[in-house]
């Protein structure tokens, strides 16, 4: 049931929770909530990975929706990731906001006719600088913030990349690693590469991760932790971008 006046957003998650994250924060729910969400709001869980997606019937109670990171393959045929494209594009269709991060990202790429695949320098995990295009005067939710520099440095984690955006999208950030970072698709979807709502200690966590399993090597993982020694994120920043996207009209 639907409470007058409360707003209500949707988190497509895409990931399971790792046992750092449901240990330390109760699950990547918490993590992305904490990001993006704001008092008098109401957010919903759906575990899209697991198959579980919003009703059709329900999805205009919705003033936006989130879609996470995951460790599949945005390019990927699983039925739940060809599901979640399919949603998108209802989603875009009935003039709702979508916001998608790193793979989220990808996804959108994917579901509107962009290309997506493996990255050409391999995997981008720490902390990163990103380049703001020069105008942004026609994106609506980068206007009114203070001083908006012209670089700004996220958190990042993935090996695949956007490598063409869809007809009608544009590029709205960069960085000398990928060549997409941020792209947006009219006023109501929203694509970022790197990790808004990461902290610090969860890249560490994925890192080691990836070091157990064999998919980094050690050289790289400290390189990795380096970049984010040297400087912080600019979480709030990010929060503030990501929020106005997705709760103004």
């Given at each position: 049931m639907r409470v007058e006046g409360e707003k209500r957003y949707a988190l497509l998650l895409a990931a399971r929770d790792s046992d750092y994250v449901q240990k330390v924060y109760g699950g990547y729910f918490n993590v992305f909530v904490a990001a993006y969400g704001e008092d008098g709001e109401k957010w919903d869980l759906f575990r899209v990975v697991e198959g579980e997606f919003p009703k059709m019937e329900e999805l205009d109670k919705y003033e936006g929706f989130v879609i996470s990171g995951s460790p599949n393959d945005a390019y990927g045929n699983d039925l739940w990731i060809l599901r979640l494209c399919f949603l998108v594009q209802i989603l875009y269709a009935m003039q709702k906001k979508v916001l998608g991060i790193c793979f989220g990202h990808q996804i959108l790429c994917r579901a509107f006719g962009g290309k997506v695949g493996k990255a050409n320098g391999g995997w981008d995990i720490g902390l990163r600088k990103v380049k703001m295009v020069d105008d942004l005067s026609s994106c609506k939710y980068f206007q009114g913030l203070e001083q908006l520099p012209s670089s700004l440095s996220i958190m990042e984690c993935h090996q695949d990349e956007v490598?063409?955006?869809?007809?009608?999208?544009?590029?709205?950030?960069?960085?000398?690693?990928?060549?997409?970072?941020?792209?947006?698709?009219?006023?109501?979807?929203?694509?970022?590469?790197?990790?808004?709502?990461?902290?610090?200690?969860?890249?560490?966590?994925?890192?080691?991760?990836?070091?157990?399993?064999?998919?980094?090597?050690?050289?790289?993982?400290?390189?990795?932790?380096?970049?984010?020694?040297?400087?912080?994120?600019?979480?709030?920043?990010?929060?503030?971008?990501?929020?106005?996207?997705?709760?103004?009209?």
């Amino acid at each position: 049931m639907r409470v007058e006046g409360e707003k209500r957003y949707a988190l497509l998650l895409a990931a399971r929770d790792s046992d750092y994250v449901q240990k330390v924060y109760g699950g990547y729910f918490n993590v992305f909530v904490a990001a993006y969400g704001e008092d008098g709001e109401k957010w919903d869980l759906f575990r899209v990975v697991e198959g579980e997606f919003p009703k059709m019937e329900e999805l205009d109670k919705y003033e936006g929706f989130v879609i996470s990171g995951s460790p599949n393959d945005a390019y990927g045929n699983d039925l739940w990731i060809l599901r979640l494209c399919f949603l998108v594009q209802i989603l875009y269709a009935m003039q709702k906001k979508v916001l998608g991060i790193c793979f989220g990202h990808q996804i959108l790429c994917r579901a509107f006719g962009g290309k997506v695949g493996k990255a050409n320098g391999g995997w981008d995990i720490g902390l990163r600088k990103v380049k703001m295009v020069d105008d942004l005067s026609s994106c609506k939710y980068f206007q009114g913030l203070e001083q908006l520099p012209s670089s700004l440095s996220i958190m990042e984690c993935h090996q695949d990349e956007v490598s063409e955006i869809p007809l009608g999208a544009e590029v709205i950030a960069c960085s000398d690693k990928t060549g997409v970072e941020m792209f947006c698709l009219g006023d109501n979807v929203l694509g970022i590469q790197g990790h808004p709502e990461y902290t610090k200690d969860i890249v560490c966590n994925l890192i080691e991760r990836l070091l157990d399993s064999n998919c980094i090597e050690c050289g790289f993982a400290e390189d990795a932790r380096a970049t984010m020694e040297a400087a912080d994120a600019d979480r709030e920043l990010w929060k503030k971008i990501c929020k106005k996207f997705l709760k103004e009209r």
